[in-house]
């Protein structure tokens, strides 16, 4: 791709590619993206020769990468192909509740100290949504660095996860019942999940609301194959994989413990991805078995979590915070309410304030037979709830009620139309996102 235009300064140069050039080799650019992309996350340097791996798994993707170059000559300036800010997108597919929505994702923005707070970020996201919005794509999606930079974009916090700590001392024991059901679990080389891993996951995503597909490097991660921050294997990998009645693998999870200088001495998940109830007890009962181990820390437990109530003490589970796990933006208000299910029939009407004008106006929501039809209204149309493209995203999978959301003064109208649309868009279960993106 051609350079796509100049940046807000008058030596900012912008630039669009993908990983994998035509010919198959490695964009020259993607070594000084990546130094720029592991600057601006605080890690240690791209080692070049890691360049062509992330590239294949980058292409794998499908990813879009962009970069604004500083032009501006100075003397002893770090190297100009390492861009001021990056940024890259690619698509997958959310569980809407209703369906696998393909979704615009969102991630690695970073912008250099030196030139953050100039509008970079807010001309980079403010073009690339206009143009997933122009590609037919309903709704974006990111997982945010901190929670107050993406509202004024239009996203808002969509699904939340909880860090637990679970004493497996003595005191760990399954209830009867809940031993009864759990499957059965064998210790495994952290390679088979390289195959496993994916399909165990497709399954749980499938079932999940508020799930994200996965992109390529996890089944890297999870087998081992690939340390965190660097395409070599991981030697401090563990995993166990969890089995139904019929022998099917249907669940796993991969840890490393803490070190013996930890206090409480801890393991620590990795990944844990059950496609049945029965596999996500299975697997806490053999964290819970592990020997010469006190703690189990999981930073990605759902909120409305099964394992406490199957614990013969639920208060050796504790919640250590809830965070947001994913943050939706809705590019297109009729598509993207088609494409999840609802809980009852009815109708309201909506005005969405959307600065950046992709989900502006006023809508007509009618929910019959679990599905719904979104029509526009007339501009002036009389509405029933005014709010911004953040609360609808917020709203989206269920995540949060419109009755929360009114009474932090996010949400405007009549108590009786909150509670309709509340009545229509409540969700059995909270949204549950185990993908970092
Ligand atoms: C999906 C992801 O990748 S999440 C990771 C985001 N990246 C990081 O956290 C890495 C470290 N931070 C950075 O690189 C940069 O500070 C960024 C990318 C967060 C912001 O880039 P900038 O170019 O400085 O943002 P920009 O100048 O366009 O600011 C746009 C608006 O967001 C606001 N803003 C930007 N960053 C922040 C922040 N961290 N907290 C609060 N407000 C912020 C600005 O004040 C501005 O507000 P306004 O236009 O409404 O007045």
Not at 20 to 35: I, K, N, S, T, V
Not at 139 to 146: D, G, M, P, R, T
Request: proline share 7%; net charge negative.
């Amino acid at each position: 791709m051609k350079p796509a235009d100049d940046g807000p300064g008058p030596a900012l140069r912008t630039e669009r590619f993908t990983a994998l050039r035509e010919d198959g080799l490695a964009d020259q650019r993607l070594e000084g993206w990546f130094d720029a992309m592991k600057f601006g996350f605080h890690e240690g340097r791209a080692d070049p020769a890691d360049v062509v791996q992330y590239a294949e798994s980058y292409a794998a993707d499908a990813r879009i990468l962009t970069a604004v170059y500083d032009d501006a000559e100075r003397p002893g300036v770090w190297d100009p192909a390492i861009p001021v800010a990056t940024y890259a997108t690619m698509v997958n597919t959310v569980n809407t509740g209703g369906t696998l929505l393909p979704a615009h994702l969102v991630t690695t923005v970073t912008v250099r100290p030196t030139h953050r707070r100039r509008g970079l970020l807010r001309r980079l996201i403010t073009e690339d949504l206009h143009r997933a919005a122009e590609d037919g794509l309903a709704l974006a999606a990111l997982v945010a660095s901190e929670a107050t930079i993406y509202g004024r974009f239009g996203f808002g916090a969509a699904a939340f996860a909880r860090r637990v700590h679970v004493d497996v001392r003595e005191r760990f024991a399954l209830r009867p019942q809940a031993a009864a059901a759990a499957g059965t679990v064998e210790v495994t080389d952290p390679e088979a999940l390289a195959v496993l891993a994916p399909e165990i996951f497709a399954r749980f995503h499938a079932r999940t609301p508020g799930s994200v597909g996965r992109q390529f490097s996890y089944a890297q991660m999870v087998s081992g194959r690939w340390q965190q921050h660097k395409p070599e294997p991981d030697r401090t990998l563990r995993a166990a994989l969890c089995y139904g009645d019929g022998g099917s693998a249907d669940g796993y999870v991969c840890y490393r413990f803490a070190g013996w200088d930890s206090s409480p001495r801890t393991v620590k998940v990795v990944d844990l991805v059950a496609a049945t109830p029965e596999a996500y007890l299975g697997l806490w009962r053999y964290l819970g078995s592990i020997d010469l181990v006190e703690r189990i820390d999981w930073p990605l437990a759902p909120v409305e979590d099964p394992l406490p109530w199957a614990l013969q003490d639920p208060r050796g589970y504790e919640v250590r915070h809830e965070e947001d796990a994913l943050w939706l933006r809705v590019l297109d208000p009729a598509a993207a309410l088609q494409a999840r299910s609802y809980a009852a029939d009815g109708s309201v009407t909506l005005e969405i304030i959307d600065p950046l004008g992709l989900a502006a106006g006023r809508w007509r929501l009618t929910a019959g037979g679990g599905s719904a039809a979104v029509e526009p209204l007339a501009p002036g149309a009389a509405v029933d709830l005014v709010l911004g493209a953040d609360v609808l995203g917020s709203l989206y999978l269920g995540g949060t009620s419109a009755r929360t959301l009114a009474a932090a003064g996010r949400l405007a109208g009549e108590p009786e139309a909150v509670q309709r649309l509340d009545r229509l868009m409540a969700r059995p279960v909270r949204p549950y996102c185990i993908t970092h993106f």
